[in-house]
């Protein structure tokens, strides 16, 4: 598929659409998947066969049988975004990777289990039950991050405050 054309014939910039708090989104082609993180971890997972790939904003561990909104949780979100991207390939057999960002400890004062931690380890667990492998992490410090997901090359970048650009 061919990147959309400007007048002057250079190719367009790619599309974004901004992952809210809890939500999650997939795309394909040429588009870019963005969340702002703390002490969530932005699940990204990844076709590179199928340039098809999707991101979850996860805020909590465990639903606790409430599992909307789906991405808010890690223990829906792996299976809500699976679900979605499977609809997108249709008859097309996935092979998704994923890469997790974010888990920071944002507050000092803090004690016990840090919920980005614990967010970390939820989606590691669930990410091992659906038989998907972790190619790639960021995850932890003490500070926020922004992440975009590049759909057409599967390439992440991440964004801090004091920080250069990494990829992922």
Partial sequence: MSLP??????PAPAATTTVPIGGLATARGSWRLRTFLGSCVGLAL??????????AHVVLPDS???????????DTAVVALVAELAASAGSQTLRLTARLVGGAKMFAFQSGPAVGDQNVEALE????????????????????????LDIS?????????GNAPKQL
């Fill in 64 to 74: 606790s049988g409430n599992g909307s909104p789906p991405g808010k949780y890690a």
């Fill in 153 to 161: 090359s599967g390439q992440i970048t991440i964004e801090s405050v």
């Fill in 125 to 148: 667990k669930f990410l091992k039950l659906a038989d998907i492998p972790i190619i790639a992490r960021d995850c932890g410090g003490s500070h926020g991050r922004r992440m975009t």
């Fill in 46 to 55: 990844y076709d590179r066969r199928l340039q098809l790939g999707g991101l």
């Fill in 5 to 10: 054309e400007t007048c002057s014939g250079t």
